[in-house]
């Protein structure tokens, strides 16, 4: 089964550019996770969608950042215009959706760093 | 709201020595907890998870966890640890009334010396 498919890995930009990361689940997985982890700390959470409808994105700064997922399989996570701040390795997780907890499987990961 | 803290940022231990690393939780209600690793250049896998029942849960690679509600605690342990456990750790909470949403604490990175 392949697994959580992210690009770039890894991405440079200048403060105020715009950047914007690309992320494929878990064939099958309705739920899909978008989390920041900078240098230290734990992931957290951005984004949260169910097939094509945000879930939760209380901890998104929307004014810069903005997430899609048009036809509830791929996503789009999008930053603009960068701050220094927002340097930090950006991880995308799908799950199913059933009942209870299901247990969320990580992509690799996209490291923005931003000069 | 729930949250993770995670006391110990850096562990540097020699082969064949126990580990233990702590995690305490703040969550009003039933909670599911779980221990996530990353080993160097890898995604963050699961490492074992409580639910329910016992109180002392097994994972992979010889890793337990013992969860304490009166203490919130989880603590991971392992009686002997190996150059190849090398990674971060990190613990995550799960409420009862959040749905799917993982609250992950702040990671313990770990050496292990050959």
């Known amino acids: 089964e392949a697994g959580v498919a992210q690009s770039p890995r890894y991405k440079i930009i200048e403060k105020r550019q715009s950047v914007a990361f690309w992320c494929n689940p878990i064939?099958?997985?309705?739920?899909l996770y978008w989390y920041q982890q900078i240098l230290g700390q734990g992931p957290k959470l951005l984004i949260q969608?169910?097939?094509?409808?945000?879930?939760?994105d209380s901890q998104l700064p929307k004014d810069r950042f903005s997430a899609e997922r048009l036809k509830g399989v791929d996503s789009t996570l999008k930053i603009q215009p960068a701050k220094l701040e927002d340097s930090a390795v950006y991880l995308c997780?799908?799950?199913?959706?059933?009942?209870?907890?299901?247990?969320?499987?990580f992509g690799p990961g996209t490291r923005l760093t931003v000069l | 709201a729930q949250s993770v803290s995670q006391h110990n940022h850096h562990v540097i231990l020699s082969e064949a020595a126990s580990l233990e690393l702590g995690c305490n939780y703040s969550y009003g209600g039933t909670v599911n907890l779980f221990w996530y690793v990353q080993y160097p250049g890898q995604h963050l896998q699961l490492l074992l998870k409580y639910f329910s029942g016992d109180p002392l849960v097994k994972g992979i690679k010889g890793f337990e966890a013992e969860f304490i509600k009166s203490k919130f605690s989880f603590n991971l342990r392992k009686p002997s640890v190996q150059w190849s456990d090398t990674a971060e750790y990190f613990c995550a909470v799960n409420g009862a009334n959040a749905g799917n949403m993982l609250t992950f604490g702040g990671g313990t990175r770990l050496m292990v010396k050959p």
């Open positions: 997780a799908s799950s199913t959706r059933t009942s209870g907890y299901n247990e969320q499987f």
């Open positions: 969608f169910q097939n094509n409808g945000v879930v939760d």
């Open positions: 064939s099958g997985h309705a739920t």
